[in-house]
């Protein structure tokens, strides 16, 4: 299989980039998005390392740039003519202030949420000639809503409150993806929310303050935490199921919990059509490109 996974460089991405780099005798490709070159070259060496799979390549794109995402879509649909799987993960998490992206808008919003729609939307033709079914994973937490009047909380910002309102509109988004594809008469692609139940050990420990650092210490030792290669080895049958499991799950939040995938009780709020529709709408005003509100009008046509 083919698949691609934003934020590979570190924590949960990491993870399962290798995972799956290393399962069914190294037969996938892994197409890793990330932003710096450098932290790309090295996690594609280590991956190599670890599991002798050679068919790892980069794809360079800042999230935080509007315009980045624009290339590495024309890169893509230039190099590739399918995708089997696309993990959406990449995310932006503490932060000590609000930063403001080129494009005018909060860095948790459009690293967390809006590229990736952008980029979820202009990868769907590929998706749609995968062989095995194509499938999108987001990577999500419960909780969480839009700030209609404040998206890009210039207004009373908090990083958590970013992460989440992010969370919120990549639920929202699965699930309308997930019914714009039940119209159509044979739906090969999918659209899965996963949380993972336990907290995972990534690169954020790297970030937080040290009073934070201490306390996460602390709960490691406790057995709070889970590695990298024990997040990938529980998300990786997600990425590679048949397509009749992956149909089951489509349009559904889900976790793992007691060795099995189970379903989460989503919220009203994001079950809204209503708010669906609106954050649809101001997500593609947002992202102020032709090509990809074309895709969206030909889909919702
Ligand atoms: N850790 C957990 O327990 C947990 C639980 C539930 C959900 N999550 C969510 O999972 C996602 C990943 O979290 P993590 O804990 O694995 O974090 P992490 O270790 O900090 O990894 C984040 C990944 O996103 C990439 N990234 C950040 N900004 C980017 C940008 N502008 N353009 C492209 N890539 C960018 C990072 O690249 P660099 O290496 O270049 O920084 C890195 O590869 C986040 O959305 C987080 O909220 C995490």
């Known amino acids: ?21 290393g ?3 190294q037969s996938h ?4 998005l990330c932003r710096s070159e450098k932290s790309g070259l090295e996690t594609i060496k280590e991956i190599e390392n670890a599991t002798t ?31 089997d799987s696309v993990f959406i993960n990449a995310g932006l998490g503490y932060a000590a202030g609000r930063v403001e992206t080129e494009d005018g808008m909060d860095s948790h919003f459009q690293v967390n949420y809006l590229s990736q729609f952008m980029l979820t939307l202009n990868l769907l033709n590929l998706l749609e000639n995968s062989e095995n079914g194509g499938r ?28 989440h309102q992010a969370m919120a509109a990549k639920r929202m988004f699965l699930i309308k993806l997930h019914n714009l594809y039940k119209m159509r008469d044979s739906s090969r692609v999918t659209f899965i929310g996963f949380e993972i139940s336990k907290t995972v050990w990534s690169n954020q420990i790297n970030i937080i ?10 709960i490691k030792f406790l057995g709070g935490f889970i590695s990298i290669d024990e997040c990938g080895s529980i998300m990786a049958p997600l990425f590679t199921e048949s397509l009749e499991e992956s149909l089951k799950r489509s349009g559904k939040f889900i976790t793992w ?19 669906q529709d609106r954050l649809w709408k101001a997500s593609l005003a947002l992202c102020n490109d032709l090509k990809t509100e074309q895709i969206a009008e030909a889909l919702c046509n």
């Open 53 to 83: 799979n050679k068919k790892l390549s980069l794809l360079l794109c800042d999230l935080a740039k509007l315009s980045d995402v624009r290339n590495a879509v024309n890169e893509i649909q230039n190099k590739h003519k399918s995708l």
């Open 1 to 21: 299989m083919k698949i691609l996974v934003t934020g590979a460089t570190n924590g949960m991405g990491k993870g399962v980039s290798k995972i799956l780099a």
């Open 23 to 25: 399962s069914d005798n």
């Open 136 to 163: 999108i994973i987001f990577n999500v937490t419960r909780g969480g809503n839009i700030i209609w009047d404040d998206m890009q909380m210039k207004n009373g910002w908090g990083y958590e409150k970013g992460i």
């Open 29 to 32: 490709e892994i197409i890793l």
């Open 257 to 275: 919990k007691k060795n099995k995938f189970s379903e989460i009780p989503e919220d009203n709020f994001v079950l809204d059509k209503g708010n």
């Open 209 to 218: 303050p040290l009073y934070m650092k201490t306390i996460a210490t602390l």
